[in-house]
């Protein structure tokens, strides 16, 4: 048996002989308490975490490099399975999905590659309808990305997007989606009168408001587009305003003092003290759909509250992934301001979302809204 520092706090084991793997988790175990203590330089406690990849090197192993190969993956897995320290034994499911996450990540660069350079567009956007709740007018649209795969066909964003974020793609692409919708939005406003109150919703993520200066991007897309900056939103996580950052603070700032609205997505479901909205005062808190899906069943008082803290705070409230007529009649009932969900339309391809627009459609309060849009073949995602 062997072990070996792999750097910082990183650490691997290779075992030349069958293991007893009760044996080697004992040791492993103890290796990871002993690091456990605090240890103590001068006034000040240090804690020290490892993470340990460990690997049997018998038989199918040609070269040392190799080895320490499989021993670095198995120690990446335990870094992202035990934040606070812990041990992986090597597997081979984790050369598969090291390879799959490989060959997403070459395909999304080709694909961008030639999106930017205008050779093939493999992405496309889609719009989901979102809905005042009092009057049943169509507000606006939230902002949808797809990747029409060559082999699979169309993706969805929660299978690349953390790709993107990971390797830094997501910022051409942000960007491509950012400029996309905003001139789709300026056509829409400039062929029908009843769109000139629209909104467009787009997703940024982390990423993309780290950026120096991207506040002043979105202000010179604004001019280039002729959009009033109160037509379009920006929809960020809990994590991107927790990160709390000098420069988060600095570009929330500037995109306020645009007139640009922020609103914040998946509310409900980070980890995070509400002491941030304090410091980041966003214009609407989307009520994460899982929350949503207990109204049909008699469980309401979450919604509630975080509508009643979205009007408190000065905010507006819209509820996400509304699935049925029990759910919006619950909605209305408690106050919220607007919704989006399948219920009223799945998100749209652009020429879908133009019909919408051009023989405006309400929704009645007893939920029976014409759905047949939705229905139509323009719907984007076959679910
Ligand atoms: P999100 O921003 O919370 O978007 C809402 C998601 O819920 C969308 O999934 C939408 O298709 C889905 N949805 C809408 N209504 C319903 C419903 O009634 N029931 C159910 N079950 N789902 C509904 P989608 O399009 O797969 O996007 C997933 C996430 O990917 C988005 O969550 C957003 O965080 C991210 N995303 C999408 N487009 C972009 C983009 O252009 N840039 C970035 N950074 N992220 C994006
Ligand atoms: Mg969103
Ligand atoms: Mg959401």
């Not at 290779?14 to 293991?19: I, K, N, Q, V």
């Not at 093939?120 to 990747?147: D, H, K, M, N």
């Not at 953390?162 to 051409?172: C, F, M």
């Not at 305003?241 to 600095?250: G, H």
């Amino acid at each position: 048996m062997f072990f070996a520092r792999l750097g910082g706090d990183e650490f691997a084991i290779f075992l030349a002989s069958p293991p007893d793997q009760g044996h080697i988790e004992d040791l492993a175990t103890q290796l990871l308490d002993s690091l456990n203590n605090p240890i103590q330089i001068e006034a000040t406690e240090v804690f020290v975490t490892a993470s340990i990849g460990i690997v049997h090197a018998e038989g199918q192993y040609q070269s040392p490099q190799e080895l320490l190969r499989d021993a670095d993956t198995a120690m990446y897995e335990a870094k992202t399975q035990y934040q606070g320290g812990g041990y992986v034994f090597f597997d081979e499911y984790m050369h598969t999905a090291a390879r799959n996450r490989l060959q997403l990540e070459v395909e999304l660069r080709r694909d961008i590659e030639a999106l930017l350079q205008g050779t093939r567009s493999s992405f496309f956007l889609t719009y989901q309808p979102i809905v005042a709740l009092e009057t049943g007018e169509l507000t606006g649209f939230e902002v949808l990305l797809r990747w029409a795969h060559s082999q699979k066909g169309n993706v969805l964003p929660d299978d690349f997007i953390a790709v993107l974020e990971e390797t830094g793609l997501i910022l051409p692409l942000g960007d491509w989606v950012l400029e996309t919708a905003c001139r789709q939005l300026q056509e829409w406003r400039l062929a029908y009168p009843q769109a000139e109150d629209l909104t467009i919703s787009i997703n940024v993520s982390g990423k993309q408001f780290l950026q120096p200066n991207w506040a002043s991007k979105i202000e010179s897309l604004l001019n280039q587009s002729q959009l009033p900056p109160s037509s379009l939103r920006l929809e960020v996580t809990e994590s991107v305003l927790i990160a709390s950052v000098a420069a988060v603070s600095d570009c929330f700032d500037t995109l306020k003092s645009l007139g640009i609205l922020i609103s914040l997505d998946d509310f409900g479901t980070g980890y995070s003290s509400l002491s941030y909205l304090q410091d980041f005062p966003v214009d609407h808190l989307k009520i994460d759909r899982s929350f949503i899906a207990e109204l049909g069943q008699g469980e309401n008082s979450i919604v509630q509250a975080v509508i009643n803290l979205s009007h408190n705070l000065g905010m507006q409230a819209v509820a996400e992934g509304v699935e049925n007529v029990e759910q919006l009649r619950q909605l209305l009932d408690l106050g919220c301001d607007f919704c989006q969900g399948y219920f009223l339309a799945k998100p749209l391809l652009p020429q879908a979302a133009t019909a919408m627009i051009a023989s405006p459609r309400h929704f009645d309060h007893a939920g029976l809204w014409h759905r047949d849009i939705a229905a139509s073949k323009g719907v984007a995602d076959q679910k």
